[in-house]
């Protein structure tokens, strides 16, 4: 400041303070010194490029992508801005853009793991993963102590059930090289709770919500974890505190009814399936779910009309038929437990209780077609 007011043409000194101020977040101030420093310094590149960080921080991925593209105008070799603009493109999810960005830094500056890490990214959400997986390899084998891209690699191998030992050790190497990443400990815990290892998984959620204890994710996780387990008393206080933490947490009503229906507490299954289809009422799943605790409290007329919505909503949910069937066979409606039944089969030839049930109905009604006169 004392510099520029000393010298109002001092270029360097406005584009300087506006790096200090970006590092203490202030973006509006930030951004008003890079102006000044190109309106006095046209054709130097990086106040351009700064000023597009800046933008990009402040969540203007238009403007940030405006100022890179005027830096790589000014200097077709600058290996950061096309970076950055790809993490501009990104954060866009225009991908195929974000990708060719990351591949001109790479191949001018092929040594920097970042490049590579950040285009590993892009192939991810793009759902290429494949080339995801070469590219955080290539970024390891550049830094070894790469953490994130050892935990990035991890969550494309943890997509793969045959991967999870893979997706185990990176993860392990990520926390290994940054005891405190919560997301790792998470994931390691989704890869063990997949792998059937529960003890594993609940410690892992359980480091992840010492870190995070803020984050919903890893007592949702915790939760799901004992459920399976059995232990629906801890499942439940898991999901309770991640409601807790967001309310609108979907998931976490329908799992904690879910405990609550294997405790046989169909009242307050009931009320989180409920709070569950109101903040998801697209969800077949709830209303299957709700339908089956009304159906074990022996409330049929609401039961079938849970099971009726979540065919609507997924018409080839074989397992909404069955039940319906079930329902209508315990309010002695034969004809449309058969129909339900040959609904089920008809999606799914195999099922066995759909088979066992339209006998059970047969056999009823021939018994009592016999005992009539």
């Known amino acids: 400041t004392k510099a520029i007011a000393l010298n109002p043409s001092h270029a360097d000194a406005y584009n300087n303070r506006g790096n200090a101020f970006s590092k203490k977040s202030n973006y509006i101030r930030a951004i008003a010194d890079y102006t000044k420093a190109t309106n006095l310094e046209p054709n130097d590149a990086d106040p351009y490029y700064n000023r597009g960080n800046a933008y990009h921080l402040k969540g203007d ?5 405006a100022d890179h593209t005027q830096a790589i105008a000014l200097n077709p070799a600058y290996a ?5 603009r790809g993490n501009a493109f990104s954060k866009k999810s225009d991908y ?3 990708i060719a960005d990351y591949t001109k830094a790479t191949n001018l500056e092929p040594n920097n793991a970042a490049g590579y890490y950040n285009r590993g990214n892009a192939y991810s959400f793009k759902g290429d993963y494949d080339r995801a997986i070469a590219d955080y390899t290539k970024a390891i084998r550049l ?3 790469f953490a994130d891209a050892y935990y990035s690699r991890g969550v494309i191998h943890g997509r793969k059930e ?7 050790a990176d993860y392990t190497k990520a926390i290994a090289l940054n005891p405190s990443h919560a997301d790792a400990y998470n994931n390691r815990g989704n890869a063990f709770s997949k ?3 529960y003890i594993r998984a609940i410690a892992d959620y359980t480091k992840a919500t010492n870190l995070e204890p803020n984050d919903a994710g890893p007592y949702y996780n915790r939760g799901n974890a004992y459920h399976l387990k059995g232990d629906y008393d801890r499942a439940i206080a898991d999901h309770t505190q991640a409601i807790a933490l967001n309310p609108a947490y ?3 009503y329908n799992n904690r009814g879910y405990a609550f229906s294997k405790k046989s507490d169909y009242v307050r299954a009931i009320a989180d399936y409920t709070k569950a289809t109101n903040l998801q009422p697209d969800n077949a799943a709830r209303y299957f779910r709700r339908g089956n605790a009304y159906r074990l409290k022996g409330d049929y007329d609401r039961a079938i009309a849970d099971y009726t919505k979540a065919i609507l909503l ?3 949910d074989f397992e909404a038929y069955y039940n319906r069937g079930v329902v209508h066979f315990k309010k002695s409606d034969h004809l449309r437990a058969i129909a339900d039944c040959d609904k089920a089969l008809a999606l799914n030839p195999e099922y066995v209780d759909a088979h066992k049930l339209r006998g059970q109905i047969h056999k009823e009604k021939g018994d009592k077609e016999n005992l009539e006169p």
């Open 195 to 197: 792998k059937s290892n």
């Open 250 to 252: 979907a998931d976490a």
């Open 96 to 98: 195929v853009r974000a």
């Open 80 to 84: 950061d801005a096309y970076n950055n």
């Open 162 to 168: 045959n991967e999870l030992d893979r997706a185990i």
């Open 61 to 65: 991925y238009d403007r940030a992508i």
């Open 314 to 316: 997924n018409p080839a």
């Open 143 to 145: 830094n070894p102590n």
